[in-house]
RNA sequence: GUGGCCAUAGCUCAAUAGGCAGAGCAUCUGGUUGUGGCCCAGAAGGUUGCGGGUUCAAGCCCCACUGGCCACCCCA
């Protein structure tokens, strides 16, 4: 038996109504925000994550699904969208285009990891940015779609974690600081930390290690090391988000896991979906643009998982509105009756009237029942009679009222009924 | 990549101590002529995830693989 690869799935009917749900809001919100959906290709040359992402990243390091075409080209799945969507703000020369560019995304994202509840080998992001403009009214604008998103998809309970992690000025005396502070108990710290401090010391304020714990809470915060345009950018947009009542945490634990975040880190959490409960996050990229080749150009956005959103929707109880279903059933009985109801069906559905035909033969109570379980309003049934009389039996489901309708007049008659 | 738990019908789950693989739901059919929901009856549905091993005998014990869940790593 063949299975869906591990750590992909497959969207089923029964979970549409979700996806629906959510996507649709999103593109509703990304109207509402000015901004415009731009997709980039599902696979880019390998190099491009590679600089964009960040060697020594995790998602480079291990993460991705590359191989060589049959040209011999290195190609990477997407294993996350900004650096696509840089590529191509380059590429067609978007810095021409009244700034700041505000863009968003929808589609599969790859990564090989190992699955668990809320993560995926495939598994599919909201993407938001806005670039070429610094203004931290920028910063607030995207953690708004986040939260105007979130909050219309019926969130409760809604806070932003937020930190700064600087800039290429002040960000090197805080590292100094931090190596400086855990140097001090690294006779405390187990292997694993050991190595963060050594590599990429700003990793250590997320260990969860148990021996690290105690040390974290006296660890330098990255706040107090800014720079005075740092520390006045983060000022300012806590004063935004304090004036529209959108409640944060400072947390200076929060570090990412990419490279090219500067200043403005977000997350925004949800239970429901385990620990991996992030359900959207992302920040600032000041020099990423420059960093491929770009004009300098500034930049700031966020990815939001679908899955993770979805299964935390479904641990709040929020249900989804249903989608659109078809309102009759035409239920032919005999040979010469169902040569007619094929072309009723196909009449109702040229007049937009959504229809499903009784397939197979079946007696007529069994049409019934599938036309109850297909949930639509009327059953359209053609017997012999009314094949004799050019008219279509129309019964009412709910009510099990039945009229004749002449068959050149049901269009009109539907219509009437179902607006 | 590391560790723990797990895998029986489409779904949720049973199956004594290793001894003939079952139920509910869902599906289909019927309960007298062309009338649904409730009820009743019946049918269909399984190489017990895959492959080996132990045993007279394996869903059950052992090994490997695949997949799922949980935690780590990390992230959405």
Redesign the pocket.
């Known amino acids: 038996?063949y299975?869906?690869?591990?750590?992909?799935?497959d969207i089923l009917p029964a979970d549409r109504p979700y996806w629906r749900y959510v996507t649709e809001e999103m593109h509703r919100v990304a109207a509402l925000f000015g901004l415009q959906q731009i997709d980039t290709p599902i696979f880019e040359e390998t190099g491009l994550y590679v600089r964009g992402v960040g060697e020594g990243?995790?998602?480079v390091d291990?993460?991705m699904y590359s191989f060589q075409d049959k040209g011999g080209a290195d190609i990477t799945l997407r294993p996350?969208w900004t650096a696509g969507v840089m590529r191509a703000y380059i590429e067609h020369g978007m810095h021409v285009l009244p700034q700041p560019v505000k863009l968003y995304s929808m589609g599969p994202?790859f990564?090989?990891?190992?699955?668990?509840?809320?993560?995926?080998?495939q598994?599919?992001?909201f993407n938001v940015e806005m670039l070429g403009e610094l203004d931290p009214a920028v910063d607030l604008e995207v953690m708004s779609v986040a939260w105007t998103l979130l909050g219309r998809l019926g969130y409760r309970g809604l806070n932003f974690q937020l930190n700064s992690t600087g800039c290429p000025k002040c960000r090197p005396a805080y590292r100094q600081a931090l190596v400086e502070y855990f140097a001090r108990y690294e006779d405390r710290l187990n292997d694993?930390d050991r190595r963060?401090l050594k590599i990429?010391p700003l990793?250590l304020l997320?260990?969860?290690?148990e021996a690290a714990q105690p040390l974290l809470n006296d660890a330098p915060h990255s706040v107090d090391y800014l720079c005075a345009e740092c520390a006045s950018h983060l000022a300012t947009l806590r004063g935004y988000l304090d004036a529209l009542d959108m409640p944060h945490s400072i947390n200076f634990r929060l570090?990412?896991?990419?490279d090219y975040y500067t200043k403005t880190v977000f997350?925004?959490w949800a239970e429901g979906?385990?620990?991996?409960?992030?359900?959207?996050?992302?920040g600032r990229y000041d020099r990423l643009i420059e960093e491929l080749g770009g004009p300098p150009t500034p930049g700031i956005g966020?990815?939001?998982?679908?899955?993770?959103v979805i299964a935390s929707l479904k641990a709040q109880g929020v249900q989804p509105p249903p989608l659109p279903a078809p309102r009759v059933q035409v239920s032919p009985?005999g040979e010469a009756a169902r040569a007619a109801g094929i072309k009723l069906a196909r009449d109702l559905r040229d007049a937009g009237i959504g229809a499903v035909m009784a397939f197979?033969g079946?007696?007529?109570?069994?049409?019934?029942?599938?036309?109850?379980?297909a949930g639509v309003r009327y059953?359209l049934?053609?017997?012999?009679?009314?094949?004799a009389e050019g008219k279509v039996?129309a019964?009412?489901?709910?009510?099990?009222?039945?009229a004749p309708v002449p068959l050149d007049e049901i269009a009109a008659w539907l219509r009437g009924r179902l607006a």
Do not use: W
């Open positions: 038996m299975q869906a690869p591990r750590g992909t799935q990243t995790d998602i291990k993460e996350e994202i990564r090989y990891e190992r699955p668990q509840a809320g993560r995926f080998r598994h599919h992001q694993t963060r990429n990793r997320d260990s969860k290690e570090v990412r896991g990419l997350e925004v979906i385990g620990a991996q409960a992030a359900v959207c996050g992302g966020f990815g939001m998982g679908i899955e993770r009985l197979g079946r007696s007529l109570k069994s049409q019934l029942k599938s036309a109850d379980k059953a049934i053609i017997g012999e009679s009314e094949l039996l019964r009412e489901m709910a009510t099990s009222e039945q």
